[in-house]
T-cell receptor, first 117, second 116 residues
Framework: GAGVSQSPSNKVTEKGKDVELRCDPISGHTALYWYRQSLGQGLEFLIYFQGNSAPDKSGLPSDRFSAERTGGSVSTLTIQRTQQEDSAVYLC???????????????FGSGTRLTVV | AQTVTQSQPEMSVQEAETVTLSCTYDTSESNYYLFWYKQPPSRQMILVIRQEAYKQQNATENRFSVNFQKAAKSFSLKISDSQLGDTAMYFCAFMKSGGSNYKLTFGKGTLLTVNP
């Protein structure tokens, strides 16, 4: 597609349930990022995928969070046993990385707003 | 670790006027990029302008320009001839050049309201 697509747009879940958030990056983009945006907290880095390299998971806040990227394209962020503090907007971004960095910067999706009740 | 500080949580400006959003950052890196992103109510982050640290010339994109002061670690955004469509959250961001992870470090944002 022309942009980064995220689904669902909004998700309401009960505390303790598992959720899966999906990101479909721009075709051909080698790098994919997940960020979390909490109210008044700016954007927090979660995880980074680049090509076939091992992902950088250093931003994942707990072992309840995991992510995978299949075939170098679609990525899924999974949150197990959701807690109320997980409520946030989860943003995905992709970029084409060449040489010293993202060629044209990132392209972000519109995010998934997760509400844990 | 890098930090990005936006000291103005909210700002407002009249349509057609000029407004400047402040951003300071802290890093020990010598090669990096700085960005301003705009996030309207649609939630999608839109790149406004980008600056490479090795370039002394300030970046400009139509009505948007930056004042990059490397020694002072300051990176302010000037919006000229403000339009109602400029109303949005604005984030300043830092990215280290090179290495293996091109993650962005964001400030907490400035909510800009353009009044008619």
């Amino acid at each position: 597609g022309a942009g980064v697509s995220q689904s669902p747009s909004n998700k309401v879940t009960e505390k303790g349930k598992d959720v899966e958030l999906r990101c479909d990056p721009i075709s051909g983009h080698t790098a994919l990022y997940w960020y979390r945006q909490s109210l008044g907290q700016g954007l927090e880095f979660l995880i980074y995928f680049q090509g076939n390299s091992a992902p950088d998971k250093s931003g994942l806040p707990s072992d309840r969070f995991s992510a995978e990227r299949t075939g170098g394209s679609v990525s899924t962020l999974t949150i197990q046993r959701t807690q109320q503090e997980d409520s946030a907007v989860y943003l995905c971004a992709s970029s084409l990385v060449i040489g010293g960095g993202p060629l044209y910067g990132y392209t972000f999706g519109s995010g998934t707003r997760l509400t844990v009740v | 670790a890098q930090t990005v500080t936006q000291s103005q949580p909210e700002m407002s400006v009249q349509e057609a006027e000029t407004v400047t959003l402040s951003c300071t950052y802290d890093t020990s890196e010598s090669n990096y990029y700085l960005f301003w992103y705009k996030q309207p109510p649609s939630r999608q982050m839109i790149l406004v302008i980008r600056q490479e640290a090795y370039k002394q010339q300030n970046a400009t994109e139509n009505r948007f320009s930056v004042n990059f002061q490397k020694a002072a670690k300051s990176f302010s955004l000037k919006i000229s001839d403000s339009q109602l469509g400029d109303t949005a959250m604005y984030f300043c961001a830092f990215m280290k050049s090179g290495g293996s992870n091109y993650k962005l470090t964001f400030g907490k944002g400035t909510l800009l309201t353009v009044n008619p």
